[in-house]
């Protein structure tokens, strides 16, 4: 198989004008992925086969108007399919495999918080502040 990725003779690899379309697909599913609000109405999606509008004001608690920018962003994206049944607008996952990809993200959090919590018990907790120095002024 011929890659379209060049490798210099840097050793650093360059996106040829060909990958470019696919990365950018990529690109746009994890945008679609970037905001907690949009993971939550695709959880929402991932639970039911398929839910209203109203269901998912009533899910996330959000505006009617901030709702739908985070739909378009998922339509643009190609992460949820609608369809329009009176004056009803249902949702629905575009693809089964989003809702794979929730759980197994779900499973790597969980793993990533585990990992963490023991690195911080084996340490002893956090280290301490200096004396007299303001939190703003420590370096992480």
Do not use: C, W
Request: glycine letters at 6%; zero cysteines.
């Amino acid at each position: 198989m011929i890659s379209s990725i060049r490798k210099p003779a840097g050793g650093a690899r360059v996106l040829t004008d060909s990958d470019r379309p696919l990365y950018e697909v990529k690109a746009g599913l994890f945008k679609g992925l970037s905001h907690p609000i949009r993971i939550r109405i695709l959880e929402v999606l991932s639970a039911a086969p398929e839910a209203s509008v109203s269901e998912l004001l009533d899910a996330t608690s959000l505006e009617a108007s901030h709702l739908s920018q985070h739909l378009a962003v998922l339509r643009r994206n190609r992460l949820v399919e609608s369809d329009r049944r009176g004056s009803l607008v249902y949702y629905r996952l575009a693809y089964p495999q989003v809702a794979d990809l929730l759980r197994v993200a779900r499973a790597l959090l969980g793993e990533i918080l585990e990992t963490t919590h023991r690195q911080l018990v084996d340490r002893g907790g956090l280290p301490e502040l200096p004396a007299g120095v303001p939190a703003a002024e420590v370096a992480p």
